[in-house]
C-alpha cells in the first residue's frame, strides 16, 4: 500500500487528557511500580512490564549485551525451549512481544480476559526464569553479526549510526543497540545471565496493567511478578548527555538518495521547556502535512516525498532531529531550505495563526489518543517509566493552552542553537 | 510488500457482530456502511473508491496514486492543501492509501467533526482542480516515494520483479506507485483523465466507524454525496492472466551484504460465488498460518532455529482480491555462506512435508484458538474493522463474509491441507527471484554468489 504521508508516530509526544481515564497507582512489596487502568469495555487484558535496562547500560566493549538478553528472554525459560513457550502461548490465544530502546527493555502481553491466569503464570515464567540457553545465544550472536553487517549497507542505518556516534561521542547513547562485530563475539551466557540479575530487578520493574481484570487480581498478579525476579539487582543510571563538537559527516553510498540527518540533543523527560518545544515544532515540522517543513520542502518545492522534525527527549537527553531524503542531485539546495526554514522559525517564532491551528489540533484531537485499550497501554506505560505525575494527563491540555508565540520563539532561542547541529548526509553527491 | 501486509490483516480478519453494522445505498449507487462502537467519542471516515493500479494501462503505471496525492490539492472552493489544514485545525489526522485494488481515503476525528469531513470528501468526489503546475511539483515528490519505497530498498526490488515475472498478462504485474518511466512522462492530463473515469459516487463505498448513529450518517451522506451525479464507470476488461508453463526465476544485483529470496506460487483467491472453491481458499490460508503465523511456526522453526538456514524466513497468502488471482509467497533471508538455492529446497522441503503428511492436530488447534482470540483482539481498533468492511466491499465480497470466516477455518482439515499442499505447489506455478548481493564500493571486486551450484 502507498500511503501518501508518513507520520512519525513518536509516543513521547502523544498525550491525552481525558479526565475518564483513572490510574490507579501503588508500588508492589518487592518496590516495583504499577499503574492500573480497569477498563470492562472488551474482555481483554494488556500488560506491560518494563525495566531500566535498555542499550544505554551496555559498554563499548559490550555493545549489544542489553539488546541480547531482551532478545533471549523470548527463547527458552526454564525448561521450556522457544517453540514450545510459544506454542503454550498459542494455545490459549495469548500474544507475547518484546520492546527494546536505548533506555528500556520491555515485555507485552495480550491476552483474552478469561485466559488471563493461564498467561500470566507463562508471562512470568518469562520474566523470572530465563534459561539463555548456550546453543540458542550461539545461533542468536550470528543472526546478530549477520544483522549488523546488513545494517552497514542501509543508507537509513548507515547514517543514523553515524548521527548518534557524532552527537553523543564517548556517552552511551551512541552505542549501536545491537553492538559490534567485535563486541558481540565477547558475549556469553554469563554475561546475559549477570546483566539480567543486576538489571532486571524489582525496583527496575515497571509494570502497567490495562483492562478486564479487578484491582485485586491487578494487585495479585502485579505483586507475583515483582516477588519472582531477580532480588540483588542495582539501579543503574544513565550519565548526563555532554554536547560534542558540531561536525559535518558525508558518507558515500550508490543509492539514488541522499539522507539527511541533522540535530544535536536538547531535551530530556520533564523538560522545564517541553510545552513551548513541543508544540513549537509541531508547527516547524511534526505535525504531518501542516508544518513549515513539509510546506516549503515538499509542498513549494516537491524536494521530498518526507521532511520531519522531531525531539525525542529520554532519560537523558535525547536528539533534536530534522531528516529527509531526496534524489542527490538536489540535496544541496534541500538541505539549504531547510536550514533557511529552521533559522527563519528561531529567528521569528510561530505566527499567532500557526499556534492557534497548533492548539486547535492538539486539543481537538485529544480523544484520538485514547480510543484503544492499545494506545491507553503506551501512553500510561510511558508515563510511569518516567515518573510522570498521575495528573499529567489532566492538565496536559491546559499547558498546550497556556503557551505563547513568545514562549516558543523564547524557548527555541535558547534551546535550539543552530551552531551545534550536527549533519549527517548519507549518498552525499 | 503489500501481498504481506494484506496476509497478516486476514490471518486476524475478525467476525464481529453483524448486528452493528448497517448499510444504505443512495440513490446515485453510493453503498454507505456504519459499525458502531461507542467506547471513545471518535469517529473513523474512509471513502473507497474501486480503482487502483490494476485498472491502469502500460504507459499510465502509477496514476492511480498519482491522482491520491493530487487529491490534497485543492477544489473549486479549496485551496491546495487546505484540506489537510482544515482536517488538522478540527483535532483530526488523515491520510490516504492506493492498492492493486482500491484507493482509500480516511480520517480519524472527534465524533462532532463528521459533517465537516463527509462535506469535503463529498466535494473532492466531484470539484477537483488538477492544476498543471500543482501536478508538475507533486510528481517530483511521487518519484521521491518510488525513489525511497523500492529503487533503493534491494529487497523491494525483488519484491517488484517477482510481481511483474509472475503476472504477465494480468495488471497485477505492475507496480502501484508505477514505473518510473511512466512517472517521468505522466501529465497532469492522464491524472485528470484518472479522476473522471473512476471518481463516481457509484464507483465509491463510504465506510463510518465509531461513535455514531446509523441514522445520523445516512442523513449526512444523503445530503452531501447524494446530489452527486454517477458517471457511467467503463467495462473492465476480465484480464486472465495467461497459463503459465514451467518455474520462472530471476535475480536482481543491487548493493547489499545478505542475499535474499522470493518465491512465488499462483494460487486462486476466493471467488465472489463463494461456494466455489471456498475450501481450497480456507485450506491455503490455514496452511500459510502453519508455515508462518509465529515464531515457533514451521519455517522460522525449521529454517531459522534448527537448520540455521536462514536469518529470517516467512509466507503469505491473500484469500480475497479484486483481481480473482493471488499468490502464495515465501521469503527469506539465508544466513551468510548460505546459498539462496539451498533455501530454495529447504522451503520446498517444508511443502513437501505438508504435501505428505498434512500437519498435527495441535497446530490446527492453535491456528483455530489465535484466530478466535484474534477476533476479540482487533475489536479494540475501531479503524482495523472500517478498513476490513472497505477492502470487502471494493473487491466484490459482502462485508458479511467476516461472518463466515471464523466457521470456515474451523472447518479445515488436515487432509485439505495436504490437497491443497498437492494441487497448487508445483514449479509450472513457480515464480522465484533472488537477490545477488553486490559490494557498496562499485570498483571493488564483485562478491559473486555464495556456493553457486
Not at chain 2, 491520510?95 to 465524533?111: H, P, V
Request: aromatic residues 10%; charged residues 25%; negative net charge.
Amino acid at each position: 500500500m502507498f500511503i501518501k504521508y508518513i507520520f512519525l508516530l513518536i509516543v513521547t509526544f502523544s498525550f491525552h487528557a481525558n479526565a475518564a481515564i483513572k490510574i490507579d497507582s501503588w508500588f508492589t512489596d518487592k518496590g516495583s511500580k504499577v499503574f492500573f487502568v480497569q477498563n470492562n469495555d472488551l474482555p481483554i487484558v494488556d500488560v506491560e512490564v518494563s525495566f531500566m535496562a535498555g542499550s544505554a547500560y551496555d559498554k563499548d566493549e559490550s555493545a549489544g549485551r542489553a539488546s541480547l538478553t531482551n532478545h533471549m528472554m523470548l527463547l527458552g525459560s526454564g525448561n521450556l525451549k522457544q517453540e514450545e513457550i510459544i506454542n503454550q502461548f498459542s494455545e490459549i490465544g495469548a500474544e507475547i512481544s518484546s520492546g527494546f530502546d536505548e533506555d528500556k527493555s520491555s515485555f507485552s502481553l495480550r491476552t483474552l480476559s478469561e485466559k488471563k491466569e493461564e498467561a500470566f503464570k507463562l508471562f512470568q515464567t518469562v520474566l523470572h526464569r530465563p534459561n539463555f540457553d548456550g546453543e540458542v545465544l550461539n545461533r542468536e550472536k550470528k543472526r546478530y553479526l549477520s544483522s549488523i553487517k546488513q545494517s552497514d549497507t542501509l543508507p537509513d542505518s548507515i547514517g543514523n549510526k553515524a548521527f548518534m556516534k557524532a552527537i553523543y561521542g564517548e556517552h552511551s547513547y551512541a552505542i549501536p543497540s545491537s553492538g559490534t562485530l567485535d563486541s558481540i563475539e565477547t558475549i556469553t551466557k554469563n554475561t546475559l545471565i549477570r546483566f539480567y540479575e543486576s538489571a532486571y530487578s524489582a525496583k527496575s520493574a515497571v509494570i502497567v496493567i490495562v483492562g478486564d481484570l479487578s484491582k485485586k487480581e491487578a494487585f495479585d498478579f502485579a505483586n507475583q511478578t515483582s516477588n519472582d525476579l531477580p532480588s540483588n539487582g542495582q539501579l543503574r543510571s544513565i550519565e548526563k548527555v555532554k554536547l560534542t563538537p558540531s561536525q559535518t559527516i558525508k558518507i558515500e553510498h550508490p543509492s539514488s538518495q541522499a539522507h539527511l540527518h541533522y540535530g544535536y540533543p536538547i531535551m530530556k523527560r520533564g523538560d522545564e521547556d517541553f510545552f513551548p518545544l513541543y508544540v513549537g515544532n509541531y508547527i516547524l515540522g511534526g505535525g504531518g502535512f501542516v508544518s513549515r517543513l513539509t510546506e516549503e520542502v515538499r509542498e513549494k518545492k516537491g524536494y521530498v516525498y518526507s521532511v520531519y522534525s522531531y525531539f525525542m527527549p529520554m532519560q537523558e537527553k535525547g536528539p533534536f532531529q530534522i531528516g529527509l531524503q531526496t534524489k542527490k542531485e538536489q540535496i544541496d539546495e534541500a538541505f539549504k531550505l531547510v536550514r533557511k526554514v529552521v533559522k527563519d522559525f528561531i529567528d521569528n517564532g510561530p505566527t499567532e495563526s500557526e499556534l492557534a491551528a497548533a492548539k486547535s489540533n492538539m486539543i481537538g484531537g485529544f480523544p484520538l489518543r485514547l480510543d484503544s485499550n492499545k494506545k491507553i497501554m503506551n501512553y500510561i506505560s510511558m508515563m510511569a517509566f518516567y515518573n510522570y505525575p498521575l495528573d499529567y494527563l489532566d492538565t496536559f491540555s491546559d499547558k498546550v493552552n497556556s503557551v505563547t508565540t513568545e514562549q516558543i520563539k523564547d524557548a527555541f532561542q535558547r534551546r535550539v542553537i543552530l551552531e551545534e547541529f550536527t549533519t549527517v548526509i548519507v549518498g552525499a553527491s | 510488500m503489500l501481498f504481506k501486509k494484506i496476509f497478516i490483516f486476514l490471518l486476524l480478519f475478525p467476525t464481529f457482530a453483524i448486528a452493528q453494522v448497517h448499510q444504505t445505498i443512495l440513490e446515485n449507487g453510493m453503498k454507505v456502511i456504519v459499525k458502531e462502537d461507542h467506547r471513545s467519542p471518535v469517529v473513523i471516515s474512509q471513502v473507497w473508491y474501486r480503482a487502483g493500479s490494476i485498472d491502469e494501462v502500460n504507459g499510465k503505471t502509477g496514476v492511480a496514486h498519482v491522482l491520491e496525492h493530487m487529491m490534497f490539492k485543492g477544489t473549486k472552493t479549496i485551496k491546495p492543501g487546505e484540506f489537510s489544514e482544515i482536517i488538522a485545525a478540527a483535532g483530526g489526522r488523515e491520510n490516504a492509501f492506493t492498492g492493486a485494488d482500491y484507493t482509500c481515503y480516511f480520517q480519524r476525528i472527534e465524533k462532532s467533526n463528521l459533517p465537516l469531513v463527509i462535506k469535503m470528501e463529498a466535494d473532492r468526489m466531484q470539484n477537483l482542480v488538477i492544476l498543471e503546475e500543482e501536478f508538475n511539483k507533486e510528481i517530483q515528490v511521487v518519484m521521491e516515494e518510488r525513489r525511497w519505497r523500492t529503487d533503493d530498498k534491494p529487497n523491494a526490488q525483488v519484491n517488484e520483479l517477482m510481481q511483474s515475472l509472475a503476472f504477465v498478462s494480468h495488471p497485477y504485474g505492475r507496480p502501484v506507485v508505477g514505473w518510473m518511466n511512466d512517472l517521468e512522462n505522466m501529465t497532469y492530463e492522464d491524472a485528470l483523465e484518472w479522476y473522471n473515469d473512476w471518481y463516481s459516487p457509484s464507483n465509491a463505498v463510504l465506510v463510518v466507524a465509531g461513535d455514531v448513529m446509523p441514522e445520523d450518517v445516512f442523513a449526512l451522506a444523503k445530503e452531501y454525496f447524494g446530489p452527486i451525479p454517477a458517471k457511467k464507470i467503463k467495462n473492465r476488461k476480465p484480464q486472465i492472466e495467461a497459463e503459465q508453463a514451467g518455474v520462472r526465476r530471476a535475480e536482481v544485483k543491487a548493493p547489499s551484504q545478505l542475499s535474499y529470496i522470493q518465491m512465488a506460487y499462483k494460487v486462486p483467491a476466493l471467488d465472489r460465488d463463494l461456494s466455489k472453491n471456498s475450501s481450497d481458499v480456507y485450506a491455503l490460508e490455514v496452511m500459510a498460518g502453519v508455515l508462518s503465523n509465529t515464531s515457533a511456526a514451521r519455517l522460522n522453526q525449521s529454517l531459522v532455529n534448527e537448520q540455521s538456514l536462514a536469518i529470517g524466513a516467512g509466507a503469505g497468502y491473500t484469500m480475497i482480491t479484486r483481481g480473482g488471482l493471488s499468490l502464495f509467497e515465501f521469503y527469506a533471508t539465508p544466513s551468510e555462506g548460505v546459498s539462496t538455492n539451498i533455501v530454495e529446497e529447504a522451503i520446498k522441503k517444508e511443502i513437501k512435508k505438508i504435501a505428505e503428511h498434512g500437519v498435527t492436530q495441535d497446530e490446527l488447534n492453535r491456528i483455530k484458538t489465535s484466530v478466535i482470540a484474534n477476533e476479540v483482539y482487533e475489536k479494540d481498533s475501531v479503524f482495523y474493522q472500517a478498513m476490513l468492511i472497505g477492502q470487502l466491499e471494493t473487491m466484490g465480497y459482502p462485508y458479511t463474509l467476516m461472518d463466515q470466516y471464523i466457521e470456515n477455518i474451523k472447518k479445515v482439515t488436515s487432509d485439505q491441507i495436504q490437497e491443497v499442499a498437492k494441487k497448487y505447489f508445483l514449479d509450472d506455478r513457480l515464480t522465484v527471484v533472488s537477490l545477488n548481493p553486490q559490494p557498496l564500493d562499485p570498483n571493488k571486486k564483485p562478491q559473486g554468489r555464495p556456493h553457486v551450484h
